[in-house]
């Protein structure tokens, strides 16, 4: 299983990305996947993630803001981020869970900048 994420950049408080996070593997649309992410001198945090048919869970930070989405014909895990925040800059990474447990597989994380 290998994750790569992408679609962070330098934005303006307020604006909106989407960050993607393509897999391989043929069982994708059975893993639970989320994303992380952990700011300059700060240990790395729970973002949101989506799990079978549709489940979702967000960290109070982002929620209202954040939406997790994914896409299981294209193996492919979403991060749509609107009204950005200055805090919210971090390196955002992608996880799966392939089976039952923790977070095994991780993306190589992708810099979202939020300037104010």
């Known amino acids: 299983v290998q994750l790569q994420a992408s679609g962070g950049g330098l934005v303006q408080a307020g604006a909106s990305l989407r960050l993607s996070c393509a897999a391989s593997?043929?069982?994708?649309?059975?893993?639970?996947m989320g994303w992380f992410r952990q700011a300059p001198g700060k240990e790395r945090e729970f973002v949101a993630a989506?799990?079978?048919?549709?489940?979702?869970s967000y960290a109070d930070s982002v929620k209202g803001r954040f939406t997790i989405s994914r896409d299981n014909a294209k193996n492919t895990v979403y991060l749509q981020m609107n009204s950005l925040k200055p805090e919210d800059t971090a390196v955002y990474y992608c996880?799966?869970?392939?089976?039952?447990?923790?977070?095994?597989?991780w993306g190589q994380g992708t810099l979202v900048t939020v300037s104010s």
């Open positions: 996880a799966a869970s392939t089976g039952v447990g923790t977070y095994g597989t």
């Open positions: 593997g043929r069982t994708f649309s059975s893993w639970r």
């Open positions: 989506v799990w079978g048919g549709a489940y979702t």
